[in-house]
């Protein structure tokens, strides 16, 4: 497969790679340089953006605060010692990413999209 998505792309102007112990990598407290957010309009997910790790911004008219309807799907990537960067499995997170959707009633992502969405990196 050789095509893919238009991301925009904005890199971190500090990586935190340097102070990172990755002999100690503690769940939920220890975050990438970047963070891929996406928009669903008009029936179809659209905007796909790398962005420098922040903080997020959202509508107080969202479900997820109304409802508790929200969800996350992390996924895994491993540095060789030659340098390159593998992600594991992004078919298996695009599918649990669509089971939460689904389960929540709302919309699902196309796994090829997901999937597309990192191997820019």
């Not at 029936?43 to 997820?64: C, D, H, R, T």
């Not at 491993?78 to 594991?88: L, P, R, T």
């Not at 078919?91 to 597309?116: H, T, V, W």
Request: net charge neutral; with cysteine; hydrophobic share 35%.
């Amino acid at each position: 497969m050789t095509e893919t998505l238009d991301i925009k792309i904005t890199k971190t102007l500090k990586s935190r790679l340097a102070e990172t112990d990755f002999d100690n990598l503690v769940f939920g407290r220890t975050f990438t340089d970047h963070m891929l957010v996406a928009d669903y309009s008009d029936g179809e997910w659209k905007n796909f953006e790398i962005l420098p790790y922040g903080e997020i911004s959202v509508s107080p008219g969202i479900s997820s605060l109304h409802y508790g309807q929200s969800f996350f799907e992390g996924i895994k990537a491993y540095k060789h010692a030659d340098g390159k960067v593998s992600i594991f499995r992004p078919d298996k997170n695009a599918q649990r990413f669509n089971k939460s959707a689904e389960r929540l009633c709302m919309p699902l992502c196309p796994k090829i999209s997901f999937c597309k969405a990192f191997w820019l990196w």
